[in-house]
């Protein structure tokens, strides 16, 4: 139980595309879904934090009109990363978790390039 | 402030061998929860264990143990007998706000590398 898919697995695009990431809890229904940020060797970085049905909680400098995250129904959530740049590149992974003090279940990430 | 600490950067060791991850951290809840998640090279994080503050017990799990001590403020892994498969990074983390959004704070990581 407690599955959790991120797609796609792995973009590559070009500079001034914007890319969306989905999220999806498939077997529970995840209140609670965190965006992390991963640049190469080294650690998970929270991006933001979004609740079913509200604006997402972004951390200190991450810019909100740069990742735009929708929380739209309790097994659900994108991250769209728009106008991507080179600078963007990294890989993005999701959680999500129920109720109470549940543990966080992490997708498989999104590994972004930019040319 | 809530900080993770693994001092180890990158570890190599050769099969066989066993081998103790260290993680400290920092919190002034008294209330919290402390990950353990292995990140092979294929990046997802595999969950391996979380231990809530109030249980101070050792953990054993096939090869794996885990050693908290509350008034050290470790939370160390040792692998017992290692494997090449063993080879990833491991990542310590802490979770406070108990009851609330639950972020997980993640050390930087420790690199093991388990040569044949």
């Known amino acids: 139980g407690a599955v959790v898919s991120q797609h796609p697995s792995w973009v590559i695009c070009k500079s001034g595309t914007s890319v969306k990431i989905e999220c999806r809890s498939l077997d529970f229904q995840a209140t609670t879904m965190f965006w992390y940020r991963q640049f190469p060797k080294q650690s998970l970085m929270l991006m933001a934090t979004?609740?079913?049905?509200?604006?997402?909680?972004?951390e200190q400098g991450v810019e909100k009109d740069k990742f735009l995250i929708n929380h739209a129904s309790l097994t659900l959530s994108t991250l769209t990363v728009t106008s991507a740049h080179p600078e963007d590149s990294s890989f993005y992974i999701c959680?999500?978790?129920?109720?109470?003090?549940?543990?966080?279940?992490f997708g498989d990430g999104t590994r972004l390039s930019i040319l | 402030a809530q900080k993770v600490t693994q001092a180890q950067t990158e570890i190599s060791v050769v099969e066989k061998e066993d081998v103790t991850l260290d993680c400290v951290y920092e919190t002034r809840d008294t209330t919290y929860y402390l990950f353990w998640y292995k990140q092979p090279p294929s990046g997802e994080l595999v969950f391996l264990i979380r231990r809530n503050s109030f249980d101070e017990q050792n953990e054993i799990s096939g090869r794996y143990s885990w050693n908290f001590q509350k008034s050290t403020s470790s939370f160390n892994f040792t692998i017992t007998a290692s494997q090449v498969v063993d080879s990833a990074v491991y990542f310590c983390?802490?979770?406070?706000?108990?009851?609330?959004?639950?972020?997980?704070?993640f050390g930087k990581g420790t690199k093991l590398s388990v040569k044949p």
């Open positions: 983390a802490l979770s406070s706000n108990f009851g609330s959004q639950g972020n997980l704070i």
């Open positions: 979004s609740n079913e049905g509200s604006k997402a909680t972004y």
């Open positions: 959680s999500a978790r129920s109720l109470g003090n549940q543990p966080q279940h």
